[in-house]
């Protein structure tokens, strides 16, 4: 027997099972995520006033939170199941014309306030060298949601059903005459953001922490 006719007849079930793995958790238990939004505009103001104290005409805070799927097939066999969240913050500031960014994993005060000193430090280099000084126009806060419209959301999809997709993706090659490797993969991205871009030194805060889903 031929290694692809092997491989076609033992490991079609052996596929399968090998995604048979724990649920993921994608998102941020309810309690977590609701323990970050009340923290977020405390969070938001030490970044700010500690940038607006150390010079900064502009500042902006995030906290982004980042979730990945990936599975790869290869004719009738799952080669690889990834998955992968990620939690953190930025600071972005601009002082004498020039930016300033440090972004880092830590949600917390004391790490939100290391990063705006770094980030300032950054921009005051950038300063000393930079031709033409950056300049921001002036405009009304805007505060609004925004929700890219997604007509299935691939994380809710169980990754048992996207395995037996691509083992069918490569079957179909398979029995139409292919004689090579038949490969086939399927990755899933999504992030979701809290962002207040304010300027540095107004009274005007308003804090709306938004969210944006992004799959592909």
């Known amino acids: 027997m031929k290694r692809r006719q092997f491989l076609r007849q ?18 941020l238990r309810a309690e977590e995520a609701a323990a970050i939004r ?7 103001d030490a970044a700010l006033n500690k940038a607006t104290a150390l010079g900064a005409s ?13 599975l790869s097939a290869r004719e009738a066999m799952i080669r690889g199941v990834a998955a992968h969240t990620s939690l953190g913050c930025s600071v972005r500031v601009l002082i004498d014309g020039a930016w300033g960014f440090a ?8 790490a939100v306030l ?20 950056v300049e921001i126009e002036t405009l009304p806060a805007h505060v609004d949601t925004w ?17 037996e997709r691509l083992l069918q993706i490569n079957k179909i090659a398979l029995d139409k005459g292919a004689t090579f490797a038949v490969p ?7 992030a979701s953001g809290s962002p207040t871009p304010l300027e540095a030194g107004s009274s005007n805060r308003g804090y709306a922490p938004t969210r944006v889903s992004m799959s592909r």
């Open 38 to 44: 009340a923290r977020f505009p405390a969070l938001a």
């Open 114 to 133: 290391g990063l705006t000193e770094t980030a300032v430090a950054i921009a005051r280099e950038q300063a000393g060298w930079q031709s033409a000084p």
């Open 10 to 27: 033992t490991s079609s079930a052996a596929g399968l099972a090998a995604v048979s793995l724990p649920s993921v958790p994608w998102s």
């Open 103 to 110: 972004a880092g994993p830590e949600v917390n005060e004391k």
């Open 58 to 70: 502009f500042a902006d805070f995030h906290i982004m939170q980042t979730d990945s799927e990936s």
């Open 147 to 163: 929700r890219l419209p997604i007509v299935e959301d691939p994380f809710t999809i169980p990754i048992e059903e996207k395995a």
């Open 184 to 190: 086939s993969c399927v990755r899933s991205v999504r």
